[in-house]
């Protein structure tokens, strides 16, 4: 039987199989329309509400606002992760295999150099610590303490951000 609802107080209850089957059922009491009961975050980007959402890699927040596809994952304990700081162009650090120029990302794996020209070129590689150095008023605060790592390891190699 398909279930339908009326109103808060009756649900009519249909037999599925017409025109063999023409039986149907009143149900009375009381009935609540299912809304959306989960935790809300305000989206970072736009300001609206995200809502709690099940994906193919498990739960995420994503923004309700039909013009901002902002999402963000929900940690093994449970918590909403930090927002992912944007993109910093670093048009000085030009790219090895083509004509771009790379721009320091925030990705699920940590920090990372990317191409601009992203997908048309796919290079990508980890930051050394002296060109986060180079660049340290350009990065979020957030970041700025990588910085200040040990530019060289005791045999004299440049030292990279790996997380």
């Known amino acids: 039987m398909d279930s339908y609802l009326i109103d808060p107080?009756?649900?009519?209850?249909v037999c599925g199989?017409?025109?063999?089957?023409?039986?149907?059922?009143?149900?009375?009491?009381?009935?609540?329309?299912?809304?959306?009961d989960g935790p809300i975050v305000e989206c970072e980007k736009c300001g609206s509400e995200m809502h709690l959402k099940m994906g193919r890699f498990g739960k995420y927040m994503a923004c309700t606002n039909d013009e901002c596809k902002n999402t963000r994952k929900i940690l093994?304990?449970?918590?909403?992760?930090?927002?992912k700081e944007d993109p910093v162009p670093?048009?000085?650090l030009p790219c090895e295999k083509s004509d771009?120029?790379?721009v320091l990302r925030d990705g699920a794996a940590g920090i990372f150099l990317a191409a601009n020209?992203?997908?048309?070129s796919r290079e990508t590689r980890a930051p050394l610590v002296e060109?986060?150095?180079?660049?340290r008023d350009r990065l979020p605060e957030k970041l700025r303490y990588l910085a200040d790592a040990p530019q060289q390891d005791p045999e004299g190699n440049k030292t990279v951000v790996r997380f």
Request: hydrophobic letters at 25%.
């Open 131 to 135: 060109e986060l150095y180079r660049f």
């Open 76 to 83: 093994r304990n449970g918590e909403v992760a930090p927002p």
């Open 100 to 102: 771009a120029y790379f």
């Open 9 to 13: 107080k009756r649900k009519l209850h």
């Open 17 to 36: 199989n017409n025109p063999t089957c023409d039986g149907y059922e009143i149900e009375e009491g009381e009935f609540r329309i299912k809304g959306y």
């Open 117 to 120: 020209t992203f997908p048309k």
């Open 90 to 92: 670093l048009p000085e």
